[in-house]
């Protein structure tokens, strides 16, 4: 895939978009749960199609089908209860650890389906990492938080190997300029935003390809939040990040493409700065125009 | 009036005072309608008939306390008068005597006149006092109701005095456990003392030779008695090691089994079923080990060419540690189920397997909760008695042969005070020497516990 077909899919997608603009701003009816807008890119990392997930009765995610581009950032977005985190979850396969959770349809990582019955969760899991909404360091030191997945893994050959690793995402992390004089210190101890960092960290180093991020900043304060959202613009450099968020702003500062969630239909997915702007469906601007009063 | 009745008489009381007291501070409240009440009429309530209840019950319980005694010495001087007076263990005999005559359960022998005539002046004080008694108590509450029911005013806070009434209830309550404990061990120390004074401190504590068969009375033939109580000590740690070499590993996995691995329906049915084994008497595993268990070690050894005694600190250990498998499977699980989800799950998406999670992660985290349920199995086990009586026997052996009869402290202070005994003699104070010891042995473990706790664990939240 060369970048030039990227920018010409691009290209074509705003064209469209364009046309659609100026031929009106006529919105895709509410009643319509048909995904609208750009689900799929030239050079997807990972693929996903037809993807429901049951909660027991409940189903939870309806029919869904995004691709996640290779160095970008995808934010999900939509109202609570909207089937965001659920999604989420799928790409990594931890709703396995729900009872009476079912998934089908197929998401494709390096053209295997991570759904098949072969496939093993444990390469999987390190290959797509993950944070969650609340910082969950270990009750370990610092450093044994970085380190516990390189140890698992295997990753490193020697004690100083390892002791890079641990510097190594630290620094990525932004925090080792906070923390390397006390790494023998309890993670529990640092502030919470300092704590997310830390689990961003703590995921880095098992060297994923992919991060996915459940609302990484709602329990931080406003700095602490920079802080991150600073981190995630840098990440994208090396990684494939999915970032389910509550707020818009952030969704807007840190993200190339948008995804709206609709009680569990995905409803739009676009470049970001257009769904902000210019939403074709009129669910997402009814949810983006709510909350920006 | 009986005590009985007063007590009755006294709660009914106080109930009247809340609802008067109650009903005052409504009618105060609608009265002065420029001032709010600042307590609720209930608390106004409640704190009339604590005026009501608390002093009245004080002196109650104070005069059932000390009047008994009083009334007893006061009948004695009737006795006293006639025979002169009386050596200590006389007097003893006679007070006795006086309480049996006065109870009715006196029949032996002909009754002296004396001890009826204070028997009956006894009698006739008793209810003098008794009705003293009614009429004091209830004029105290009636007073406090008064006191209290005539301060009702929309300022008192009546609410901040019942607050610190209950609380100081509550500190009462709180350290009854603590003074009961100091007085269990004042009274092992003085016994022990005696102990001491009579066989040396050292001799006990390092004596390689334990037989405390002596004459307790003069014309009785037996050996003098020797005091070493490491073969007992032994013994109990011993057994205790064999029981916890069986409910550490059992107990600890079956917790990581129910908490981490089996379904909630499993879950639901196995945990209970676990927990009956901490229901058993321990009486009945008493007979399992030395019916089933004890025979069947010993039928194996012999078919491997091993001799077993008959009683072994094998059979006993095995059963006991099955004994407290609950007690580390059900607290751990507890504990284990504690450890918040998320903890799990970081590790998880970080690509560990659920052995490795639990492992590294969820027991770490669970390390100080785990340390302390196999402690109350370790005292369990230095505590048990009945298993060990009827399983391990009751000779002090010193050895570290599992298939050897052993003794542990708790049967040995269980068989120097069985019987007729006399609480001068040494082979008797050595039950209360053998308690401190196992005291102090205990508060060592827990010691070293909570310091290692300290040291290693991993808090979380």
Known sequence: MSTLETTVSIYDDFAAVKAKTESRSRKVDRDNRETVGMPFVANPRMTCRQVNVFYGEKHAIKNVSIDIGKNEVLAMIGPSGCGKSTFLRCLNRMNDTVAGCRVTGEIHLDNRNIYDGNIDVVPLRAQVGMVFQKPNPFPKSIYDNVAYGPKIHGLASSRTELADIVEDSLKRAGLWNEVNDRLDKPGTGLSGGQQQRLCIARAIAVRPEIILMDEPCSALDPIATATVEELISGLKEQYSIVIVTHNMQQAARVSQRTAYFHLGDLVEVGQTDRIFTNPSHQLTEDYITGRFG | ?461
């Open chain 2, 1 to 461: 009036m009986s005590p009985t009745l007063l007590i009755a008489v006294l709660l009914a009381l106080s109930s009247l005072a809340y609802w008067f007291g109650r009903n005052r501070a409504f009618a105060v409240a609608k009265k002065t309608a420029a001032m709010r009440l600042h307590s609720r009429p209930g608390y106004h309530g409640m704190l009339v008939a604590l005026w009501c209840l608390i002093p009245a019950l004080l002196i109650f319980c104070c005069w059932q306390f000390f009047a008994d005694n009083l009334l007893v010495s006061h009948a004695m001087q009737s006795v006293t008068a006639v025979r002169g007076e009386l050596s200590p263990s006389e007097m003893s005999l006679a007070t006795n005597d006086l309480r049996n005559l006065v109870s009715g359960n006196y029949f032996n022998r002909e009754i002296d006149p004396a001890l009826q005539a204070a028997a009956d002046r006894y009698t006739g004080m008793r209810q003098i006092a008794n009705t003293a008694l009614a009429v004091t108590v209830l004029s105290v509450a009636i007073l406090g109701f008064i006191w209290a029911y005539s301060r009702i005013n929309p300022g008192l806070r009546a609410r901040n005095k019942v607050e610190k009434a209950v609380e100081i209830s509550l500190t009462i309550c709180s350290t009854i456990a603590v003074f009961t404990t100091i007085g269990i061990v004042f009274s092992v120390i003085f016994e022990s003392i005696r102990f001491f004074q009579q066989v040396p401190f050292f001799d006990f504590l390092f004596g390689l030779n334990w037989s405390p068969q002596m004459a307790i009375r003069a014309d009785q033939a037996g050996s003098s008695g020797s005091f070493g109580a490491l073969p007992v000590l032994a013994g109990t740690f011993l057994i205790s090691a064999i029981a916890m070499a069986i409910a550490v590993p059992f107990g600890l996995l079956s917790a990581i089994y129910l908490s981490e691995y089996s379904g909630p329906r499993f879950r639901r049915i196995a945990k209970p079923m676990l927990e009956i084994l901490a229901g058993v008497p321990t009486v009945v595993y008493g007979f399992f080990a030395a019916l089933v268990v004890a025979p069947a070690i010993r039928g194996f050894g012999a078919s491997i060419g091993l001799s077993v005694a008959s009683e072994s600190a094998l059979a006993a250990g095995l059963v006991m540690g099955v004994m407290i498998i609950p007690f580390v499977s059900s607290l751990s699980d507890d504990i284990i189920n504690a450890v918040p989800q998320t903890l799990r799950d970081g590790s998880l998406a970080l690509g560990a397997t659920q052995s490795e999670t639990i492992k590294n992660v969820v027991i770490p985290a669970a390390l100080p909760g785990i340390v302390g349920s196999i402690l109350l199995a370790v005292s369990r086990a230095i505590g048990e008695t009945m298993i060990v009586v009827m399983a391990a026997g009751l000779a002090a052996n010193l050895t570290l042969n599992p298939l050897q009869a052993v003794t542990t402290v708790t049967v040995q202070i269980v068989t120097l005070l069985v019987g007729d005994q006399e609480f001068d003699s040494p082979k008797t104070l050595a039950a209360f020497a053998l308690g401190l010891l196992l005291f102090v042995v205990t508060l060592a473990l827990n010691v070293i516990a909570l310091y290692v706790v300290r040291k290693y664990r991993e808090e979380y939240e």
